[in-house]
């Protein structure tokens, strides 16, 4: 049990680093947007974060397939 636990926090682990690097960035991403007046900083910001969401909730359905999918073998004809 032990195992499939260290195998389900490295398997989610990523995601999450990847929220918040994402955020992150768009964070310094609106400072400095707000500190140059440029506008489009700050809509390359939001983008940004919701692109960074989006893929890590895509990384997470994927990861959370493959460790509870369904893993039975085939048969083989005629045994």
Do not use: C, D, Q
């Not at 926090?9 to 991403?29: N, T």
């Amino acid at each position: 049990m032990l195992g499939k636990t260290r195998g389900i926090i490295f398997a989610y682990l990523p995601p999450v680093l990847w929220v918040a690097g994402g955020f992150l960035l768009a964070e310094l991403l609106r400072w400095a947007a707000v500190g140059m007046s440029w506008h489009w900083l700050a809509t390359l910001a939001t983008w940004l974060s919701l692109l960074v969401l989006l893929a890590a909730t895509a990384r997470a359905f994927w990861v959370s397939w493959r460790l509870w999918r369904n893993r039975t073998v085939p048969s083989v004809a005629g045994e």
